[in-house]
């Protein structure tokens, strides 16, 4: 796996966009076992469907980026679409909200215990 790289002026620009307003930081980067035990508490199904619906709800949630300047996505999240094919980092990204993949675990195998940006595609 590559190093990141990140240069100094992108760096300042995202931080700043991060912290602009009274927005937040969106951690939807629960690992699947943890998405899975908190839905079999409410009698969810712990399927990749039940988890995939309950995220497709909240990236599709009209004006989430006036509240909203960062989303923190699980590796399973970097894979998903909506119904209509778009994938779920596009529609963040397209809303103005930065993204984030949570580099814990990246296709099921610990990587790293860190944070950096998510890339569409």
């Given at each position: 796996?590559?190093?990141?790289?990140?240069?100094?002026?992108?760096?300042?620009?995202?931080?700043?966009?991060?912290?602009?307003?009274?927005?937040?930081?969106?951690?939807?980067?629960?690992?699947?076992?943890?998405?899975?035990?908190?839905?079999?508490?409410?009698?969810?199904?712990?399927?990749?469907?039940?988890?995939?619906?309950?995220?497709?709800?909240?990236?599709?949630?009209?004006?989430?980026?006036?509240s909203i300047s960062g989303a923190i996505l699980y590796d399973e999240?970097?894979?998903?679409?909506t119904k209509d094919g778009t994938p779920f980092v596009r529609i963040?990204?397209?809303?103005?909200?930065?993204?984030?993949?949570?580099?814990?675990?990246?296709?099921?195998?610990?990587?790293?215990?860190?944070?950096?940006?998510?890339?569409?595609?």
């Amino acid at each position: 796996m590559g190093r990141l790289q990140m240069n100094a002026p992108e760096l300042v620009d995202t931080s700043r966009m991060l912290v602009a307003g009274d927005k937040g930081l969106l951690a939807m980067d629960e690992s699947t076992p943890t998405c899975d035990k908190r839905f079999a508490r409410s009698a969810i199904p712990q399927t990749e469907e039940a988890r995939h619906a309950y995220r497709e709800l909240i990236v599709t949630t009209p004006g989430l980026s006036k509240s909203i300047s960062g989303a923190i996505l699980y590796d399973e999240t970097l894979r998903q679409q909506t119904k209509d094919g778009t994938p779920f980092v596009r529609i963040i990204t397209d809303a103005g909200i930065c993204t984030f993949c949570n580099l814990m675990y990246v296709c099921g195998r610990r990587v790293a215990s860190r944070r950096g940006p998510a890339q569409s595609g």
